[in-house]
């Protein structure tokens, strides 16, 4: 899989591959050899070309005049609104953003009460900007959202900012994102309950506003593949209008003077599923399955045969062959090894409920492996969800959605009884399928397996969908335990582990010993935006394998250090909270106070500030945590500055040695003193900061002063995820980035871009 490489060839050696794989397919010499070198080219100058055009390093985070179109539905929220933008291709627009995709982001003006004129923003409107460009750039965590990855799936140049006060509308909007919105628009003026944002999903594939509860909820009834259109839906859109086609014909015979019955209900059936389509924005489900309505419409056409596996086959060279890097996304995984599945086991001719079960089990059994890897999640609750749902929804909902919407393209007003009548419907299965996520047992969590625990678990997957002669399918099961239930690399008793969370500018670090689990701080939240403890750190620890806390310590109040307490305290069981005197938490919580001390597991913790009695002063009373093993001990620092250091070196130095050193205040030039550098004696440092941020941090003097001292800096936004293992084998690190490298990886790229200028004996490095 050339997509999963490090890093890709150099472009002669993709050439060569392309050239080569299709010589040897067009000579019928090795012909699936050939096809699968050309693929393999095919694909490499794909990702090639989108990585070039990326925002390059020279113009990151510059303002720039742009002009472009909407591309996207623009999500709206109280504070802001994000959309995609394409920039015009014409000589005036910045040469390395002409025709490229960006990823905006339109905030209000700081202390701003009301919505500025972002309100104004409609899909397929054309605007003008002024933009400050960054290039895509996301966190690296267990469990994480691969943002670069998205960016490069998506073709997108670049992130930026709207500067404020910039915007100018150039042309009012037009095509088909234009008219989702205004219908969707319609959607919710017709529907005065909760359920119209799922009539919106269900009708014109828009999910803006489904929040995080909806996706949980649907995520747990194991329902996320038929909300926003899904590929059955079209095929259902299709055959419906392939039998009006039909039956058109039937009424009217004169009309198969100029064209069959059975061609016209096959240029029907494309021409009905291309436009649900066209109303889904083509995602991805939706387009495989219109490519395989048109290859059997054309076989029909032809008078060939037409199987499902050829079809499927047909479309997915056909997506691949248009746009390669649909492989890095989930949907194209699971809609196409969905269709796999279904063809493979079940047979043409089955009773339709017979038929309907057995598809339920074949796609849980089939699919499974494929979600747990994806998502590190399975949803128990998911074949009986959708037994009630697939149902109820595709045949009465999503109809009545449909027809509301038809009605409404032709006369305005006239989809709102239809739309009503849907989203009643809609209410009726939501309580009960509301009541099945919502149970404990709904959603189970997976920790993060190793690479060859998922073509196991298709294997065992296989083997169980045999029929029913083959012996030994209980083996199969024991091909599904590296994925079900995967080594987590726990310490030994009086071992200790550290995992520094990538929060961005923030902190969030994992401490384990061998029966238990301490976190210390949660990351940042902005309101209406960036939530680390619901992206970061509950995602994180569920890959990890952490499903209760025996402690929380919140280091101090500032938004960096506490902001995603609130998703934490949601998501996991925490057994006891930690916090300075007198900060004042919204959770009952123990003082950090000097002195108090605890064992876990042959393992010491002992905090060292602030003393008792110190007055509660943000950065300085932060909570200091020594972590002391038979082979090593670790210090965590929070945000303490030059002062309280002093302090410490003064009163406690001893006390302040350990091998790994969690940096205070993130590296910046109010800490980490001389002297209390020294102090520590640190092997390890490390750097808890966002890739870029406004405050330089870490600061390079800083970092300096650390290696200097004869201690390894790591840095979140070049290592991703740390993790730090203190055991019988000495000190061992794992940095998240370099441990999986991928070819989008943009501070693996940056490193490699170096450049070494001989006039100003200087580096040039994109990391800055």
């Known amino acids: 899989m050339v997509l999963w490489m490090p890093g890709l060839p150099p472009p002669g050696v993709r050439w060569s591959a392309l050239l080569a794989g299709l010589a040897l397919w067009a000579a019928g010499r090795a012909p699936c050899c050939g096809a699968l070198l050309a693929g393999a080219g095919w694909a490499a100058l794909q990702a090639g070309w989108a990585l070039q055009a990326q925002l390059p390093p020279a113009l990151e985070r510059s303002v720039v005049s742009v002009a472009g179109t909407v591309a996207s539905l623009p999500e709206v929220e109280s504070r802001r609104t994000r959309f995609r933008f394409r920039v015009d291709g014409d000589a005036a627009q910045p040469d390395a953003l002409r025709g490229r995709l960006l990823q905006l982001a339109w905030y209000d003006d700081f202390g701003s009460t009301q919505p500025g004129p972002r309100l104004a923003l409609q899909a397929g409107a054309r605007w003008r900007f002024q933009v400050r460009v960054r290039a895509p750039r996301g966190l690296a965590n267990p469990g994480g959202f691969d943002a670069e990855r998205n960016a490069l799936a998506r073709r997108i140049a670049a992130t930026g900012l709207v500067v404020s006060g910039s915007g100018r509308r150039l042309a009012p909007p037009r095509g088909i994102d234009a008219w989702r919105e205004r219908i969707a628009g319609r959607i919710d003026a017709a529907i005065e309950t909760p359920a119209s944002r799922y009539v919106r999903a269900l009708a014109v594939g828009d999910t803006r506003a489904l929040d995080e509860g909806d996706w949980h909820m649907l995520r747990a009834t194991g329902l996320t593949h038929l909300i926003a259109i899904s590929g059955f839906h079209v095929g259902m859109v299709a055959g419906f209008i392939a039998l009006a086609a039909s039956a058109a014909w039937w009424l009217l015979p004169w009309l198969g003077r100029y064209c069959p019955r059975s061609h016209a209900a096959a240029l029907a059936a494309v021409a009905g599923a291309v436009g649900y389509a066209a109303v889904a924005g083509f995602a991805l489900p939706t387009v495989r399955t219109v490519l395989m309505v048109a290859v059997v419409a054309l076989a029909r056409l032809w008078r060939r045969p037409a199987s499902v596996f050829g079809a499927l086959a047909l479309a997915a060279l056909l997506v691949l062959g248009w746009d390669p890097l649909a492989m890095l996304t989930a949907g194209f995984w699971l809609s196409f090894a969905g269709v796999a599945w279904l063809a493979w086991c079940l047979p043409e001719r089955m ?35 959708n037994l009630l749902a697939i149902p109820w929804w595709s045949l009465v909902v999503v109809p009545l959605a449909l027809l509301g919407t038809g009605l409404e393209a032709l006369l305005a007003g006239a989809g709102s009884g239809p739309w009503r009548a849907s989203a009643w419907c809609f209410e009726l299965s939501w309580s009960a399928l509301s009541w099945l996520g919502g149970s404990r047992f709904a959603l189970w969590w997976l920790p993060e397996a190793a690479g060859p625990a998922l073509p196991l678990a298709l294997a065992g997957a296989g083997w169980l969908l045999l029929p029913r002669a083959v012996p030994g399918k209980s083996l199969a099961l024991l091909l599904w335990l590296p994925l079900l239930w995967p080594g987590r690399e726990l310490p030994r008793h009086g071992e200790v582990e550290l995992v ?132 090593g001990a670790m210090l965590l620092a929070g945000d303490i500055g030059e002062v309280i250091e002093a302090g410490l070196v003064r009163r406690q130095r001893p006390a302040l040695r350990a091998e790994v050193v969690v940096a205070p205040h993130h590296g910046s030039a109010g800490s980490s003193r001389p002297g209390f550098v020294a102090a520590t004696g640190a092997r390890l440092v490390l750097l808890s900061a966002g890739h870029g941020n406004r405050f330089g941090h870490p600061r390079a003097e800083v970092v300096e002063r650390w290696r200097g001292a004869g201690a390894e800096v790591l840095a979140t936004p070049a290592s991703g995820a740390v993790r730090v293992w203190l055991g019988a084998q000495g000190l061992q690190v794992r940095e998240r980035r370099p441990w999986r490298r991928r070819l989008w990886d943009a501070a693996g790229r940056a490193r490699a871009a170096v450049i070494l200028s001989a006039d100003e004996k200087t580096a040039v490095v994109p990391e800055g």
């Open 351 to 385: 009773h339709w409920l017979r038929g309907f079960l057995s598809a339920q089990s074949v796609a849980t059994i089939g699919l499974l492996p494929l979600t747990a890897v994806l998502f590190d999640q399975a949803s128990l609750a998911g074949p009986l969800a």
């Open 500 to 631: 520094l969370l990538d929060v961005g500018q923030g902190l969030s670090v994992l401490v384990r010993t061998r029966g238990h689990r301490l976190l210390y701080d949660a990351g940042p939240a902005v309101r209406d935006g960036f939530d680390a403890g619901a992206r970061v750190v509950v995602p994180a620890l569920r890959a990890l394998g952490v499903g209760r806390l025996d402690a929380v310590v919140v280091s101090h109040g500032d938004n960096d250090h506490a902001g995603g307490i609130a998703a934490l305290r949601a998501a996991l069981p925490v057994m006891a909270w930690h916090a300075p005197p007198g900060m004042q938490p919204s959770i009952p919580s123990r003082d950090c106070v000097a002195g108090l001390r605890w064992q876990w597991d042959g393992v010491q913790f002992e905090y060292l500030h602030p003393p008792a009695g110190f007055p509660y002063l943000r950065n300085e009373s932060s909570c200091v945590l020594r972590i002391r093993s038979a082979h």
